[in-house]
């Protein structure tokens, strides 16, 4: 995928956003005296990468377009607990509207980035570079997959429309895992890559004789991993997929292999903490 964003799908987003959370109006907001202006810090209260400014900038400019922002630290910048990630001025109203909706935003992306840097770390100095899934929240893919690279990560594919991994039910109805690889290269439509799953050692032996380029070796234990490396011998590219977690990653990556995919990078995340919090004294014009 481009590591560009789109500015129209983070509008998107932003809109989902906002209209499940303000729909008509704000309520309580309406309390607070019309033109009363303040300035807020939003504060990060542990370790982690701050992911989603994006956002957040959308929010902002959505619902307080006057306000004025300053970012203290930047997406894939790690923050200590306390520090201040951005700094507001703007009308009381109106940034009480849009606080809910950034830090659902800062809260989820950075935990994205903060578990993908994790896992990053954990591999570094190997080849194997750390890639994730179509295992995201519906709606937020393209957030959570940038949130995967400020996070040191690489993207997988986006979606069923851009590659082609050949997976068990595939293989089962297409007729066989060499039938169904023949069938993706004759296709008109252009793809990123065609990438083939395999179960087992002669699964992979016949993916190779095939002349696949790129094959998943599904939930293998690391003598049959080593094995694979070794069949291969640099043939295709080799990735890792299934059930892998932080604990015995490293094993995984010193078998030789090229990428490991992590569903848990997205969707077994824990919500980072993030706190608004207004000035005593309100900022007149």
Known sequence: MPDTLSPAQIQADVQRALDEDVGSGDLTASLVPVGRRVTATII???????????????????????????????????????????????????????????????????AVATRTAQYV??????????????????GLRIAQKYAVRCGGGKNHRMGLYDAILIKENHIAAAGGL????????????????????????????????????????????????????????GRCSLEI???VTLQGLRELAETGVDRISV?????????????????????ER
């Not at 994006?54 to 400019?61: D, G, R």
């Not at 009308?91 to 606080?99: M, P, Q």
């Not at 207004?278 to 900022?283: A, C, D, E, G, R």
């Open 263 to 283: 569903g848990a990078l997205i969707k077994d995340i824990q919500a980072v903490d993030f706190s608004m919090r207004f000035s005593q004294q309100p900022v």
């Open 178 to 233: 060499t039938a169904a690889f023949r069938a993706a290269q004759a296709l008109k439509a252009s793809v990123a890559f065609i990438q083939v799953e395999v179960e087992t050692l002669r699964q992979l032996q016949e993916a190779l004789d095939a002349g696949v380029t790129m094959v998943l070796l599904d939930n293998m234990d690391l003598p049959t991993l080593r094995e694979a490396v070794r069949m291969a011998q």
């Open 44 to 110: 990060c209260r542990e370790s982690a990468i701050i992911c989603g400014q994006p956002w957040v900038n959308e929010v902002l400019h959505r619902i307080a377009p006057s306000a004025r922002v300053q970012w203290h630290l930047q997406d894939g910048q790690r923050c200590t607990p306390g520090a201040t990630v951005l700094a507001i001025e703007g009308e009381a109203r109106e940034l009480l509207t849009a606080e809910r909706t950034c830090l659902n935003f800062l809260q989820t992306l950075s």
């Open 121 to 138: 770390e954990a591999v570094r100095g190997t080849r194997a570079a750390i890639l994730d899934t179509r295992k995201t929240i519906p």
């Open 241 to 243: 997929s299934g059930g």
